[in-house]
T-cell receptor
Framework: KNEVEQSPQNLTAQEGEFITINCSYS?????LHWLQQHPGGGIVSLFM???GKKKHGRLIATINIQEKHSSLHITASHPRDSAVYIC??????????FGTGTRLAVRP | GAVVSQHPSWVICKSGTSVKIECRSL??????MFWYRQFPKQSLMLMAT?????????EQGVEKDKFLINHASLTLSTLTVTSAHPEDSSFYIC??????????FGDGTRLSIL
């Protein structure tokens, strides 16, 4: 069993839909990261959070420390949101443990 | 925002060649740089953690003599894949950070060994 699990693995949505990607982790963490990987491979850090909720534009990330669960929400999805979204758990040091990613395709 | 530049973005070379990949933090001084490898449809896997001026810390199963890491300054780390073979073909990506801040990732290097 992976230490960080994401669901779903693949997601297809229609433009404008509200999207939720889930992440569960089994290790103790100092922070939880959400990353976006584009088809070319480049990675952008979306959020780093250790409690509560963060919002940036149409993206919202939440974390429940007790349940060891985090969600990434995308409101009013757009085709340019199509990418792989990766959850990563940061332990007490610098090391990140990555989920396998959720491949999102938003159709116009 | 913080920018990490990785070069080259794509390399094709013959088996037995050594390949050097550069990772630069362009607008900040990175206390730590990380090197990852990603095989198709798989997660990123940490290869090594590098602090300026000290030896890199390699993850279990990563051969330090094959994947040479040099972190000569606070803005530059290099990964050299020595005597590369087809099984080394992968996507290599670096990241850099200032302590307690999120990692900033490069755009990656796609390495193909023929």
């Amino acid at each position: 069993k992976n230490e960080v699990e994401q669901s779903p693995q693949n997601l297809t949505a229609q433009e404008g839909e509200f999207i939720t990607i889930n992440c569960s982790y089994s290790v103790g963490i100092s922070a939880l990261h959400w990353l976006q990987q584009h088809p070319g491979g480049g990675i952008v850090s979306l959020f780093m959070l250790s409690s509560g909720k963060k919002k940036h534009g149409r993206l919202i990330a939440t974390i429940n420390i007790q349940e060891k669960h985090s969600s990434l929400h995308i409101t009013a999805s757009h085709p340019r949101d199509s990418a792989v979204y990766i959850c990563a758990a940061q332990g007490s040091g610098d090391k990140l443990t990555f989920g396998t990613g959720t491949r999102l395709a938003v159709r116009p | 925002g913080a920018v990490v530049s990785q070069h080259p973005s794509w390399v094709i070379c013959k088996s037995g060649t050594s390949v050097k990949i550069e990772c630069r933090s362009l607008d900040f001084q990175a206390t730590t740089m990380f090197w990852y490898r990603q095989f198709p449809k798989q997660s990123l896997m940490l290869m090594a953690t590098s602090n300026e001026g000290s030896k890199a810390t390699y993850e279990q199963g990563v051969e330090k003599d094959k994947f040479l890491i040099n972190h000569a300054s606070l803005t530059l780390s290099t990964l050299t894949v020595t005597s590369a073979h087809p099984e080394d073909s992968s996507f290599y990506i670096c990241s850099a950070r200032i302590s307690n801040q999120p990692q900033h990732f490069g755009d990656g290097t796609r390495l193909s060994i023929l």
